[in-house]
């Protein structure tokens, strides 16, 4: 049988796709090992029985309800004891995840159906307004809003918009570079690619780990946690 042979253009394409599915991998699996191995640890220490200890198939349910109830007071738990700089950035990934999600699924929506409700491509004097510009003068509203206000705790609350300015702003970043409208095309996927490539930050899982464990002994038994060292949670 004859090896199938591509183009330069294909093999190219292929590279990206590789790229960005390697990214995608590493940005979801960042949040999934932080989510699903706090739902295992809280179920092995909290109040929950292990599902080695249950012979019904319900128990197992109801079990697994328990554990994800806890898992919930722990992460909310560790947010309220959280330093201010730490819900900020906390705020700013979510915000950030949330936006870039949604603005994929309008966007796609939009092209799919046209305009669906107040869905739809906004022109104004005869250009079409892509959603960095809005993106833009959002985060440098909430951004300079925070250096001006010097108020620390005013701070999470403008990481809410902050992320969401930032994030519709990284997924057009490949028009930005390409100085062309590009966003469906080959070339823009760059923009999910750099957008996948922040969310894979491992600064992410480090902040929702750090928030875990302190929400874990107050909400937990703290005899069965290890000792924490208190210079460790104020290290940035």
Do not use: C
Not at 106 to 119: A, K, N, Q, S
Not at 173 to 195: F, K, M, N, P
Not at 215 to 227: I, K, Q, S, Y
């Amino acid at each position: 049988m004859t090896p199938l042979k591509l183009s330069r253009a294909q093999r190219r394409q292929l590279r990206v796709d590789r790229r960005t599915w390697a990214l995608g991998v590493a940005a979801l699996g960042t949040t999934g090992v932080v989510l699903f191995g706090e739902l295992a640890r809280v179920w092995t220490k909290g109040s929950a029985p292990l599902p080695t200890e249950i012979a019904e198939p319900v128990e197992i349910v109801q079990a697994a309800d328990e554990a994800v109830r806890e898992t919930v007071e722990v992460a909310v738990a560790g947010y309220q004891g959280g330093s201010t700089r730490e819900n900020a950035l906390f705020n700013l990934l979510g915000s950030f995840s949330m936006t870039f999600g949604l603005t994929r699924l309008t966007t796609f929506i939009i092209r799919r159906y046209g305009r669906v409700g107040p869905l739809r491509n906004y022109r104004w004097g005869g250009r079409h307004i892509h959603h960095f510009v809005p993106g833009i003068a959002i985060a440098f509203l909430a951004g300079g809003a925070s250096v001006i206000s010097r108020n620390q705790e005013l701070d999470p609350w403008l990481a809410l918009p902050f992320g969401f300015g930032v994030a519709l702003t990284l997924d057009e970043s490949a028009l930005l570079l390409e100085l062309d409208d590009v966003y469906w095309t080959e070339r823009g996927i760059v923009s999910v690619q750099i957008t996948l490539g922040a969310l894979a930050l491992l600064s992410s899982a480090a902040l929702g780990l750090r928030l875990l464990r302190r929400g874990e002994r107050e909400v937990l038994d703290e005899e069965e946690l290890p000792p924490m060292d208190a210079a460790a949670w104020t290290t940035a």
